[in-house]
């Protein structure tokens, strides 16, 4: 079931800005993870932090987790026309079982024009 | 490169005729999933296999089925597609959770259309 939601629902920015999205969610998580998806493609994934991390780098991508509110931001820095996809934020819960169910919210349309 | 694949990429079936999808995984991980995602939103984990073990979503219709006859293969069988059950249908793996690896890996879906 879905356990998220995110906001905002649909993003267009200018190559070159900065996008950020955000996450929220219900229960105790495990960990939480950034999921990108392409039009009509698999998701691919891009980041994963732990419930113990409050944030966390890779690339241009800047991921952060407060436990306390039940949420999560992701930053996109310096975008570019391919980073154009929508963006799913996934949650662990602490009560999954070994194989990890990931709970996704709803997904944020992310369009970046040239 | 090892990877999961999913036939066949598009799919389309009558209304009342069963249906199988099919995934391979050479990534040898122990679990399989099988998602449902419809147009603008969110994937649905319809049930998932941990080694053999089956395990199905509370919410998911007996009309899905599920077949893992080894590591690789995994298939989803609609036994009676309804227009409702036009979707994509992802096809997902991961490792063993007591690991510390908890992404998962996803083919790039089959569409299903039915008419």
């Known amino acids: 079931s879905q356990q998220g939601e995110e906001d905002p629902q649909a993003l267009s920015i200018q190559e070159g800005e900065n996008a950020t999205m955000n996450c929220s969610y219900k229960t105790s998580i495990n960990n939480l993870q950034w999921y990108r998806q392409n039009s009509g493609r698999g998701l691919v994934h891009l980041i994963l932090i732990r419930s113990n991390e409050r944030e966390k780098h890779s690339g241009r991508l800047r991921v952060t987790l407060d436990t306390s509110k039940k949420s999560s931001s992701l930053l996109i820095t310096a975008s570019r026309a391919a980073d154009t996809a929508s963006y799913f934020c996934?949650?662990?819960?602490?009560?999954?079982?070994?194989?990890?169910?990931?709970?996704f919210g709803s997904g944020t349309q992310l369009t970046v024009l040239p | 490169d090892a990877m999961v694949i999913q036939n066949p990429r598009y799919q389309v079936t009558q209304f009342g005729k069963p249906v199988t999808l099919s995934c391979s995984q050479t990534?040898?991980?122990?679990?399989m999933y099988w998602y449902q995602q419809k147009s603008s939103q969110a994937p649905k984990l319809l049930f998932h296999y941990y080694d053999k073990d089956f395990n199905n979503e509370a919410d998911t219709p007996d009309n899905f089925q599920s077949r893992r006859p080894n590591t690789s293969f995994c298939f989803l069988d609609i036994r009676s597609p309804g227009l409702g059950d036009a979707a994509m249908y992802l096809c997902?793996?991961?490792?063993?959770?007591?690991?510390?690896?908890?992404?998962?890996?996803f083919g790039p879906g089959t569409r299903l259309t039915v008419t």
């Open positions: 990534l040898n991980h122990n679990v």
């Open positions: 996934a949650t662990v819960p602490i009560s999954s079982g070994s194989a990890r169910q990931l709970t």
């Open positions: 997902a793996t991961s490792r063993d959770g007591t690991g510390d690896s908890y992404e998962q890996y």
